[in-house]
């Protein structure tokens, strides 16, 4: 049950905001799902034949009817290669279709080296005018030295003329390969920067799974928001839209050794507070990982489970994630439409979370056009600006317990108020609000 309160005072007489240019809005819609008011929302190992016949095909209408009533409506991976998956791939167009969904085509051509015109153009035409087609899967987190070699399949498919269909590459973590805590931040940037500047994606997407246990871990949030903020500021600079993944589930592949003892991670508020964070950043995308539990993550330092990572256990059932991400898709339903055409143009962060955020992104005046003041033990808000509009999106920057939040304004204003799927008026010069564990609201000022 809904246990945000959200409340003005001093709404006697509101005076509405000045109406400002409208800030350019970074962002990539797809007609199939519903055009420029509807957020993609991806998963990753979408539905797929599993070549291992000891489990289910995944590759029917069951599984896209999951996807269906989860509220996700595109596939960013599938283990099915074009190349040697040919009919299933082909089928897996025409339910996307049928569903209303987009998906890319995993083409092993595309992280080939002999990559021309003529042979792309031969290579795509079968697929590539399908309306579920978003485009081409060419690779996923690319270490720095492979950037490079894409160019040519980049540039080559820029040749092609294609308006409405994108490569698809998925980036790297901060954490990993880029060195010591001296180091990492730049080495990063450095990784991104060289991929949209050789590369010119239309969209840049990346991966930072932010739990690796389920209680509050400073540290690696710390590097989560760091991650969040290089990737937010150069898809800015670059005049391009980013794209986030979040986990569905912990204990991953290479952590099949994790204590038996160790519970599983993240908590379902946790899992909130991840989707809340990445919007408030300005992302104009969400992706799970994952939809299918991969066949090779069924080993555990417990023995075989279907229920550690992924919205559908690779047995078929629904896991325990199944419902927190239709939550959590709901929640962007009713905020879509808004944050599709809006531009992040900074976040304040008090309390606790003021530890956690550090980049250029942050608004130190702790004021943004109307807003003057933020009180709370542990709040951040997302600063937007919303065709001329001022659009805050606030959230519990705590996942462990409920915060309260005071938010003052310059005189008293009205507020169009967007939480948990219900929009409502408020008139005042001061909102306060409850929130529940990890959640948010969005407010636009009239």
């Known amino acids: 049950m809904n246990e945000n309160t959200i409340r003005a005072v001093g709404g006697e007489d509101y005076r509405p905001t000045a109406r400002r240019k409208a800030e350019k809005v970074n962002s990539l819609s797809f007609d199939i799902i519903g055009g420029k008011e509807v957020m993609p929302t991806g998963v990753w190992w979408g539905p797929y034949t599993n070549g291992n016949k000891s489990f289910p095909d995944y590759n ?89 070699k894409l160019r040519n399949a980049f540039d080559t498919f820029g040749e092609l003329g294609f308006d409405d269909k994108y490569l698809y590459v998925n980036l790297l973590p901060m954490y990993g390969r880029f060195g010591d805590d001296d180091t990492r931040l730049k080495n990063y940037e450095n990784y991104v920067e060289e991929y949209c500047t050789l590369l010119k994606p239309k969209f840049l997407s990346y991966d930072f799974y932010a739990f690796k246990r389920a209680e509050y871990e400073w540290g690696r949030l710390k590097m989560f928001f760091d991650n969040l903020s290089v990737i937010r500021r150069v898809a800015k600079n670059h005049g391009i839209p980013f794209w986030a993944f979040v986990q569905t589930g912990g204990q991953f592949q290479c952590e099949r050794t994790a204590s038996e003892e160790e519970p599983e991670y993240p908590t379902e508020e946790g899992f909130l507070w991840n989707v809340n964070a990445c919007l408030l950043y300005g992302a104009k995308c969400i992706q799970y990982f994952t939809f299918i539990q991969p066949d090779s993550f069924i080993h555990t330092a417990k023995g075989v489970t279907y229920d550690n990572l992924g919205i559908i256990g690779a047995d078929g059932h629904k896991t325990k994630w199944y419902e927190p991400v239709k939550r959590a898709n709901s929640i962007i339903r009713s905020y879509q439409k808004y944050l599709m055409n809006a531009e992040n143009l900074g976040v304040i962060a008090v309390g606790k979370a003021n530890e956690l955020v550090f980049g250029d992104e942050k608004i130190e005046s702790g004021t943004f056009r109307e807003l003057k003041k933020v009180k ?71």
């Open 60 to 148: 029917t209408e069951e599984y896209y009817g999951y996807m269906k009533d989860l509220g996700v409506n595109f596939t960013s991976a599938v283990p099915n290669t074009i190349q040697s998956w040919k009919e299933v791939v082909m089928k897996s167009l025409k339910l996307s279709e049928k569903f209303g969904f987009g998906y890319f085509v995993n083409d092993a051509y595309f992280r080939g080296e002999n990559i021309t015109v003529e042979t792309m153009k031969k290579q795509v035409s079968e697929y590539i005018g399908s309306p579920a087609c978003f485009g081409v899967h060419v690779l996923d987190e690319p270490y720095p030295e492979e950037v490079p």
């Open 376 to 446: 709370s033990e542990n709040a951040i808000i997302g600063c937007f600006d919303y065709g001329g509009k001022t659009l805050l999106f606030v959230m519990n920057g705590d996942y462990e317990k409920e915060t309260e939040i005071e938010l003052s304004f310059d005189m008293p204003r009205g507020f169009d108020i967007i939480s948990d799927g219900e929009t409502s008026f408020l008139a005042g010069d001061k909102i306060t609000a409850k929130l529940e564990k990890g959640a948010s609201f969005i407010a636009i000022l009239r």
